[in-house]
């Protein structure tokens, strides 16, 4: 006889369900830590977490619960102002909420039989989405796990509609040409670096990716857009996709939309935006003009787990023609039959590169409904200020230098040693390390035009500015620190 706590039919276990629900709440809470990170390495936590995986015996659930209290304690807490590493945010209340009721229903989003509440839910939020980008009344969507999936199936798509214009061919059916070898993918060199991992998934090669130049606020370079596309239509290059990004993940910067779209029509290309990022700015009435010309685009990304506050993963891709879905589209008799369609049954695995997806619509659903456009778009706001204000700060100080004004919520910067003797790159790099290892703060790094460089994400949209500061003067003090450590004895 199984245990009332091991029961899975939910109406009959309520009590017991709703018991530990609250016991992991009350574990949650007091076990996260009140800092950004220990600063334990791999190693160390290795030994802490060296329990029995699967016992023989069974346990209380409120024993097993109250043993992830070390995981908690040893995770980075994303709601702390010092951590500002990467596009990794802390998520809303209302969202968490929803992904308790939707990770216990448990709907599996292939098929209509499996979720139908939930397909139609996650129909209306897409179609909701294609609207506010105005991509017109052929469009449509899909949720994904992330930016990286979007982008991928955007190439993809973009791929075969190429290889169908250009050949008659079906790449679904025939595999690659001999001509895709002439198939090129253009992005900046600020872009994400999912355009090299796309093409080698696409049997393409990353050899088919042309990174172009970015100006001085790094953003794609218009005239090295066009001359790399007139060289490669004299070379009989076939430009397959433009991928354009609205806010890049070090810099936050946002290409020139409308004049790439503009170059894509001219020559033929698949335009692709990558707003993983920068989709939110839709709904800032004060920042939304920044994404003028995503309209243009064939296919864009959005990430929802990034300046929309959802629990990971929750993203979407949106596609302006979706007959283009065709490219995608298998149907098996025990899933999706060619028959569901007829009755007008809506499988969303025809959409879909995953079978089985999350009802990650719902969390969206429930956190937008709850904050309201006026207060969703004070947050976007706020994080953008946030930015501003860094790099204010930065700019008034001498030991600090900063590479770039920030579009978004990035500002990447660099610790300049007062002494020349020491080798700047190898400075920022360990001034980092030494900020995590020691538990004071998480902050991004990256590689500019050769320089080791120190960044900020600003991803919460309750952080002060007072805070802000704090957490440059700790950068400050660290790196006074460690260049007193290194004087000469």
């Known amino acids: 006889?199984?245990?009332?706590?091991?029961?899975?039919?939910?109406?009959?276990?309520?009590?017991?369900?709703?018991e530990t629900i609250a016991k992991a709440v009350e574990i949650l809470c007091p076990a996260l830590p009140?800092?950004?990170?220990?600063?334990?390495?791999?190693?160390?936590?290795s030994a802490l977490i060296a329990a029995d995986i699967f016992p023989e015996a069974s346990a209380p659930v409120q024993e097993v619960l109250r043993q992830t209290s070390v995981i908690i304690s040893e995770s980075v807490n994303t709601t702390q102002a010092n951590t500002a590493a990467h596009l990794h945010c802390p998520p809303v209340i209302p969202a968490l909420a929803a992904e308790l009721i939707l990770t216990a229903?448990?709907?599996?989003?292939?098929?209509?039989?499996?979720?139908?509440?939930?397909t139609i839910l996650e129909e209306k939020i897409l179609q909701w989405l294609c609207r506010e980008v105005a991509l017109g009344p052929q469009a449509s969507g899909i949720f994904t796990s992330g930016g990286s999936q979007s982008n991928y199936m955007a190439l993809l798509l973009a791929r075969d509609a190429c290889l169908e214009k250009n050949w008659s061919w079906s790449a679904q059916i025939k595999g690659l040409p001999p001509e895709a070898a002439n198939l090129r993918i253009l992005c900046s060199e600020?872009?994400?670096?999912?355009?090299?991992?796309?093409?080698?998934?696409?049997?393409?090669?990353?050899?088919?990716?042309?990174?172009i130049a970015t100006d001085d606020s790094f953003r794609m370079n218009l005239k090295a857009l066009e001359a790399a596309l007139a060289q490669g239509k004299r070379s009989n290059l076939v430009p397959m996709a433009i991928v354009a990004t609205a806010g890049t993940t070090d810099f936050g910067s946002i290409d020139p939309l409308n004049e790439i779209a503009n170059l894509a029509a001219q020559f033929g290309a698949w335009f692709h935006i990558d707003a993983a990022y920068g989709s939110a700015l839709l709904f800032s009435p004060r920042h939304r003009k920044k994404l003028a010309g995503i309209e243009k685009a064939d296919s864009i990304s959005l990430d929802f787990h990034k300046l929309f506050w959802q629990p990971i993963s929750c993203a979407a891709f949106l596609l302006r023609d979706a007959a283009n879905f065709r490219f995608i589209k298998l149907n098996a008799d025990y899933l999706n039959p060619e028959l569901h369609e007829d009755l007008g049954i809506p499988n969303l695995v025809t959409r879909s590169l995953a079978t089985t997806r999350r009802f990650d619509a719902l969390k969206l659903w429930v956190s937008l409904r709850t904050l309201g456009r006026r207060k969703f778009a004070e947050m976007v706001d706020a994080t953008v200020e946030q930015a501003i204000h860094?790099?204010?700060?930065?700019?008034?100080?001498?030991?600090l230098e900063l590479l770039h004004e920030p579009e978004l919520g990035c500002v990447v910067f660099r610790?300049?040693?007062?002494?020349t003797e020491i080798e700047a790159n190898t400075f920022n790099a360990t001034l980092r390390q030494r900020l995590f290892e020691?538990?004071?703060?998480?902050?991004?790094?990256?590689?500019?035009?050769g320089k080791q460089c120190l960044k900020l994400t600003c991803m919460n949209p309750v952080t002060s500015k007072t805070q802000i500061e704090d957490l440059l003067q700790l950068i400050l003090k660290f790196g006074r620190d460690l260049e007193d450590r290194q004087s000469p004895s």
């Open 415 to 419: 610790y300049k040693p007062q002494r």
């Open 438 to 449: 020691t538990g004071s703060a998480v902050v991004g790094h990256t590689v500019v035009a």
């Open 390 to 399: 860094a790099a204010a700060f930065i700019r008034s100080h001498p030991q």
């Open 190 to 211: 600020a872009a994400h670096f999912t355009a090299e991992k796309s093409a080698a998934q696409l049997g393409l090669g990353t050899g088919s990716v042309i990174r």
């Open 1 to 18: 006889m199984f245990e009332t706590e091991f029961l899975t039919n939910l109406p009959q276990s309520q009590t017991a369900y709703r």
């Open 34 to 45: 009140n800092h950004s990170y220990s600063g334990k390495d791999a190693s160390a936590l």
């Open 105 to 118: 229903l448990n709907q599996s989003m292939d098929s209509f039989d499996q979720a139908p509440a939930a």
